[in-house]
């Protein structure tokens, strides 16, 4: 399968599983950076040309979670929780939270490497960067997508996306009016098999909406069809 490459950043107080996850990466063909709790991490994210981070929650002196949202603040790069709490409730609070995608441990390492190669894929390839054409742009009432660009507008204003909520919007953009549900989501932008995906799709789709709506309970572009999926309402669509 194709490789991508990229510089990890690996954050988790437990220097052992650091030095494993670190090597099974670098195995793979990644470079990798290594931090051991939330203030280390944002300290090498500023210092390095990161692509993807896998982070921890339980560390000493800054949590993951706290972590995240202060990155969220500033960048868009995927952020993968490795944790060892796996009650739906903690995976929920993670991506509430920022995060991409989350592990539990003990982690298969298959797996692992699998996520990371599917969340680098979505995040260096969202959008053609090496098309011809120099804009590809789609236009849904007052929502501007430039997929080249990875940059979305509301009503001429920039918003701010993750990788993730960009492919999703991307997705149901260019399929206006056409309604898909989560398994179809999660299958076409993780690109991988969808299996009690729901809550994992329902806390992206609330973060899209709460960007682009002006109201996210009486929302003009990112419906519900409930019993369904989701869809992004048809309104004078146009690509150029």
């Given at each position: 399968m194709e490789k991508l490459a990229a510089t990890i950043l690996v954050v988790d107080d437990d220097r052992d599983i650091v030095a494993?996850?670190?090597?099974?990466l670098?195995?793979?063909?990644?470079?990798?950076?290594?931090?051991?709790?939330?203030?280390?991490?944002?300290?090498?994210?500023?210092?390095?040309?990161?692509?993807?981070?896998?982070?921890?929650v339980m560390m000493p002196r800054m949590d993951g979670l706290s972590a995240i949202m202060k990155i969220r603040d500033k960048r868009n790069i995927p952020i993968i929780?490795?944790?060892?709490?796996?009650?739906?409730?903690?995976?929920?609070?993670?991506?509430?939270?920022?995060?991409?995608?989350?592990?539990?441990?003990?982690?298969?390492?298959?797996?692992l490497t699998a996520r990371v190669r599917s969340s680098l894929r979505r995040y260096m390839q969202l959008g053609?960067?090496?098309?011809?054409?120099?804009?590809?742009?789609?236009?849904?009432?007052?929502?501007?997508?430039?997929?080249?660009a990875k940059q979305l507008t509301v009503d001429g204003e920039p918003v701010r996306l993750t990788a993730t909520e960009l492919k999703i919007l991307e997705l149901l953009m260019e399929n206006a009016g056409r309604v898909f549900s989560a398994e179809d989501i999660y299958r076409r932008v993780w690109n991988e098999d969808a299996y009690a995906v729901e809550n994992t799709v329902m806390v992206h789709i609330r973060h899209i909406r709460e960007k682009i709506e002006i109201d996210p309970k009486e929302p003009r572009y990112l419906k519900v069809v409930w019993g369904i999926g989701y869809k992004i309402e048809k309104n004078k669509q146009t690509i150029s």
């Open positions: 494993a996850i670190a090597k099974l670098e195995l793979e063909g990644y470079s990798v950076v290594k931090a051991y709790d939330g203030i280390d991490a944002l300290e090498k994210l500023a210092e390095n040309d990161i692509q993807l981070i896998l982070i921890d929780v490795l944790s060892a709490k796996s009650e739906d409730t903690d995976k929920i609070l993670g991506l509430s939270m920022g995060a991409d995608d989350y592990i539990t441990k003990p982690y298969n390492p298959m797996e053609d960067i090496g098309s011809i054409n120099k804009t590809d742009v789609i236009k849904i009432g007052g929502l501007e997508l430039d997929k080249s």
